[in-house]
């Protein structure tokens, strides 16, 4: 929608301030009571959920012109949605969906990001949308036990299953190690496993959230025509980000896929529980989970709503309306996973699921402003070295990137404030298989 069909939500902003903090009854302590990274780190009000509800309004009223402040301002945000959820602890209005066309309107005023534009014009051309990838070379997959759904499809293979790799397994080793770990844990159970070895493309969602609407939808599209020429019915991803596109983002832009959609440590959790996958081998690490935010919070599914907002002592909605609070995101089963391997000690952060610290990898501030990607990290492992953990541990190639080089600004293991590990759970899983995985 338009940024003007969101002017009732902006104006339901009564500045209360809840979108910069976790619930009170969530506080533990001072240093850990902030939820939003923009406003931690810029310390000004309009880099706050609220903050940018009044902006958008300016927008909408011709009191705030687009020029290259406003799109500072609009685009140094992780779009990870803490913001939305710390609201409607309380509230009843969306804060994340404006803050989507707040950049779309940006884009169509020539306010776009120079990076993302090169980035997004690659995309037509079936580019991945990754900046300096390490290497071209999709050859993750190379030696493994997989299909090419191209070659196999559905008639031949009807039990396949499609395993997305994303982006990331395509450009940079760490993520195509743990593409190549998570393909191997499926076929061990047993499952026929296909990868669209010639044409994977990007998903197109990150696109979406940089302001380029048009270019994201045709790339769904695309990409749903090409699941139908391969006749799969089920499609499993390692990338957080790929599986809230595929969930959530596709349904949104009206693009129906008909496909079981799964984040890979669904699918292994299943596995574990059905006995099909039997971590035995212990792995003495005392660890922390790190909930993605396209994994947690944003991966609720998208239920569309038609109606009207009555005006009463409150906005209310007729027919009554189902609100996205991250309550329902993917928690339990990388939790549970964890819990299945042997020697592993879980513990929490203070700032978990659906109010958990963003990473920094998201909303295109990576590739934008690095230095405020690091800030974001460093102020998560902080928190994960409260724990008392040895390591971090993530579901997402993105988190496991930008926790371990913030920003690209360091270039091993952690940054320079923290010796904490970091793996993704299909490694530690993978480690536990008895003969290795």
Request: some cysteine; aromatic content about 8%; charged content about 20%.
């Amino acid at each position: 929608m338009a940024l003007a069909d969101y002017r009732s939500d902006m104006e339901s902003c009564c500045r209360c301030s809840a979108c910069k903090f976790i619930p009170l009854e969530k506080v533990t302590g001072y240093a850990r009571a902030n939820v939003c990274p923009s406003i931690s780190r810029f310390e000004f009000h309009s880099y706050s959920g609220g903050g940018r509800m009044g902006f958008g309004l300016g927008l909408i009223h011709g009191r705030v012109e687009y020029t290259p402040k406003t799109a500072e301002v609009i685009y140094n945000c992780h779009l990870c949605g803490a913001c939305d959820v710390s609201c409607k602890y309380a509230m009843e209005f969306d804060v994340l969906e404006p803050l989507y066309a707040m950049r779309e309107e940006c884009a169509k005023h020539g306010q776009s990001v120079p990076v993302w534009d090169g980035l997004v014009a690659g995309l037509a051309k079936g580019a991945p949308l990754v900046l300096e990838p390490e290497t071209a070379e999709d050859d993750w997959f190379a030696d493994l036990p997989v299909a090419d759904a191209a070659e196999r499809g559905a008639a031949a293979c009807p039990s396949a299953v499609l395993y997305h790799a994303g982006c990331l397994a395509r450009c940079t080793r760490a993520a195509g190690r743990t593409a190549a770990a998570a393909v191997t844990l499926l076929a061990r159970a047993g499952l026929k496993v296909a990868v669209d070895k010639q044409a994977e493309s990007c998903c197109g969602g990150r696109a979406y959230e940089m302001g380029y609407r048009a270019q994201a939808l045709a790339r769904a599209r695309e990409n749903v025509a090409r699941f139908a020429e391969l006749g799969i019915m089920e499609l499993v991803t390692g990338c957080a980000h790929c599986y809230q596109y595929f969930k959530v983002l596709y349904p949104k832009l009206g693009v129906e896929h008909g496909l079981k959609v799964f984040h890979i440590t669904e699918y292994l959790w299943t596995l574990v529980e059905q006995g099909r996958l039997s971590p035995t081998r212990p792995v003495k690490l005392r660890v922390t989970y790190h909930d993605p935010c396209h994994l947690g919070r944003l991966s609720e599914p998208w239920i569309p709503w038609q109606g009207v907002q009555r005006m009463r002592h409150m906005r209310v909605y007729d027919p009554p309306r189902v609100l996205r609070r991250g309550t329902y995101g993917v928690y339990e089963p990388p939790r549970r996973l964890l819990e299945s391997i042997p020697g592993v000690r879980l513990v929490e952060m203070a700032r978990s699921k659906e109010y958990a610290w963003c990473c920094g990898a998201g909303g295109g501030v990576r590739e934008t402003n690095p230095e405020f990607a690091a800030f974001t990290a460093a102020e998560r492992l902080a928190e994960a070295q409260d724990t008392g953990a040895e390591a971090v541990v993530t579901a997402c190639p993105h988190c496991v990137r930008n926790l371990m080089e913030p920003g690209g600004l360091v270039s091993a293991g952690a940054s320079a404030e923290s010796r904490i590990r970091v793996y993704d759970l299909v490694e530690l899983l993978g480690e536990s298989m008895s003969g290795g995985a």
